[in-house]
């Protein structure tokens, strides 16, 4: 607070100036107020010393140099009062951080409470005899020890993957877990087959969840000027068709909703430079005349995205 309080009223102020300053920014009132302060220059040069593998992974240079030279270089940058605020913070924060305790504490969190999310591991599982099958093969066995419990070298030091929980999904529409190596599956004990996504769920995923597709495409054509209203009954409507052509192609879970809103509004999305401050609101009749043929044709390969 005194670092920005000096570049905002100097050094010299008095101490109900400093006060006033004080209490200003505490209440928000000075956020458009742009102020010049003195921060590090972190310049970006990262470099990867080949050979090492994950012992080591990317080093960056303006750390060494300026350990090997006394310091870090300092350049003047203007900035808004917020942006002032949560840089001189960070800057102060590390000064009073010790890294190798921060490193010890990551590494102990880790091991104890890491959870590793392996995704698409369908993608390795052997269904056939060809020659790829080989190299899916080796990426499972390499996958056992750290699922059993091994020590990998990290550039923080050695972690232990004895506790850390690994959780491993995929579809499998071509591959079946039975077609994993015995060994990886004896690793994996416990099998969930999860229920597919009802018009219900793809409902909520449109309604209640946070930066949903309807509120990010409000706010695309709103850059255009174009106010989109989009009702309940639109809403339910996209989600009977989403449900409708997972059902009858292929099902690929809510992604299906990108697909079907992009279509939706693609005709809106073209025109929208020439339709700024108008209102347009879409209703359940809206949805089936832009979607009937999504929904009603069944070789939608040139829709599918």
């Known amino acids: 607070m005194d670092r920005l309080l000096n570049a905002l009223c100097g050094d010299s102020a008095s101490e109900a100036t400093r006060e006033s300053f004080r209490q200003r920014i ?142 491993a999904s995929g579809a499998f529409h071509v591959a079946k877990p039975s077609d994993m190596l015995p060994e990886l599956q004896g690793r994996l004990p416990i099998r969930v087959e999860l229920a597919a996504l009802t018009e219900a769920d793809f409902r909520a995923i449109l309604s209640d969840t946070r930066a949903n597709l309807v509120t990010q495409y409000r706010a695309l054509l709103a850059t255009e000027e174009v106010t989109v209203e989009m009702a309940e009954d639109a809403i339910g409507e996209v989600a009977q068709i989403a449900a409708q052509v997972n059902e009858s192609v292929e099902n690929i879970g809510a992604r299906r909703l990108q697909t079907v809103m992009e279509k939706l509004l693609e005709e809106l999305s073209f025109e929208a430079e020439d339709r700024k401050g108008e209102t347009v609101t879409i209703d359940a009749a809206y949805v089936r005349e832009r979607l009937s043929g999504l929904a009603s044709n069944t070789d939608l390969s040139k829709y599918i995205l």
Do not use: C
């Open 26 to 167: 505490v209440q928000d009132a000075m956020n458009d107020v742009e102020v010049e302060i003195e921060v590090e220059d972190h310049p970006n040069m990262p470099m990867e010393i080949p050979g090492m593998g994950g012992s080591v992974g990317m080093i960056n240079l303006s750390d060494i140099m300026g350990k090997a030279f006394g310091g870090q270089n300092r350049k003047r940058r203007k900035l808004k009062v917020p942006d002032a605020w949560d840089k001189l913070v960070d800057e102060e924060s590390e000064k009073r951080l010790d890294q190798d305790d921060v490193a010890r504490v990551a590494l102990q969190n880790a091991e104890t409470n890491g959870i590793v999310f392996l995704d698409e591991i369908d993608k390795i599982a052997v269904s056939d005899v060809r020659g790829g099958s080989v190299s899916r093969e080796g990426v499972q066995r390499d996958l056992l020890p750290l699922i059993e419990g091994t020590t990998v070298a990290t550039k923080y030091g050695p972690m232990k993957t004895d506790h850390v929980l690994f959780i």
